[in-house]
């Protein structure tokens, strides 16, 4: 890669455990060109949000490190905001006043091109609650609203902040299918425009392929590394149900399914072909467990 922007360069990680050092990732490396989309994907504790509380700035690698525009990252910054996978919102504060608070700390220092006045603020943070569709329930506090909405919240709250790298982490985990769907578009819309890179945690296969440049797939832990990285060349923008009969879409989910179900099974689960599937090109896979668990 000629210009590399975000270089996640050799990172290991060790955790102190009352057993002694629990190594959680081994050289996991990987180099990323401004504005792209990387999904990371892999079993539940494999090392996936450690990996992007290294890039956040929130965990220090043991060894190797992570630099952004030939700066190594060494603590959190707003170039790159985070949306975690349990929304973290300030429960005293509204939705309006949560992004409010992320919009001051980035627009309103007296910084030379990003300053806002109170009016484009006000704007600019309406604007982002309208994109995840909030608008009704702006200037309700975290308690008053469902989970699904917190998360949105969240996601604008990130996206008001016009980061260079946007990282997050099972964001749309809680939501039901259609907001989930609608959301992603949301998503694909904001990339195409803003152009910021983006790493996103995420279990869901058909989410990885319809979103991604690259999906890293990483191998279970301890140790776990980048097993395989799938390059996504289908063109956008994308549209889910036209590719939802592409070929290439297709084999692309099926190559993320047997990595996860195949070479990176875990130990009691079986993948088997579900017996109602009527397509031939895409046979879906389902995992069971088996007797041996
Ligand atoms: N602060 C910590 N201290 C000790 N072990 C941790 C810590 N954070 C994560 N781990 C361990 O590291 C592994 C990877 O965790 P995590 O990155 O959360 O996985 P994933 O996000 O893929 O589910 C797990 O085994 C987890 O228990
Ligand atoms: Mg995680």
């Known amino acids: 890669m000629k210009n590399i922007h975000l270089n996640i ?4 990680m060790e955790f102190p455990t009352p057993d002694g050092p629990y190594v959680a990732l081994r050289d996991v490396d990987l180099k990323m060109a401004q504005g792209e989309f990387v999904s990371l994907i892999g079993h539940s504790g494999c090392g996936k949000s450690t990996v992007l509380n290294v890039v956040a700035g929130l965990y220090q690698a043991t060894r190797g490190g992570v630099v952004l525009d030939n700066k190594e990252v060494d603590e959190p910054g707003p170039e790159r905001a985070v949306v975690f996978q349990n929304h973290s919102l300030l429960p005293w504060l ?6 409010e608070l992320a919009v001051k700390q980035v627009f309103g220092r007296a910084r030379s091109s990003k300053t806002k006045n109170k009016a484009e603020m006000k704007e600019w943070i309406e604007y982002n609650l309208h994109l995840v569709h909030m608008d009704h329930a702006m200037h309700k506090r975290p308690d008053e609203i469902s989970g699904g909405m917190k998360q949105r ?3 604008a709250r990130a996206l008001a902040m016009e980061p260079k790298v946007l990282l997050m982490d099972e964001p749309f985990g809680a939501l039901d299918a259609l ?3 609608h959301m992603q578009e949301s998503l694909m819309e904001i990339h195409a425009d803003l152009g910021n890179t983006v790493i996103m945690i995420t279990h869901d296969v058909d989410e990885a392929v319809l979103l991604s440049d690259r999906i890293v797939m990483m191998t279970n832990g301890p140790a776990a590394t980048i ?7 289908l063109p956008r923008p994308r549209d889910r149900v036209e590719l939802s009969d592409n070929a290439n879409y297709n084999h692309y989910r099926h190559e993320v399914l047997q990595f996860l179900y195949e070479r990176q099974r875990r130990p009691g689960e079986e993948v088997v072909a579900e017996e109602a599937s009527d397509d031939e090109a895409a046979p879906s896979l389902k995992v069971v467990k088996t007797e041996a668990a």
């Open 94 to 99: 509204t939705a309006y006043e949560n992004v």
């Open 153 to 155: 919240v969240g996601i």
């Open 179 to 181: 907001t989930r769907a």
């Open 9 to 12: 360069d050799h990172i290991s």
């Open 227 to 233: 097993g395989e990285i799938l390059k996504i060349d």
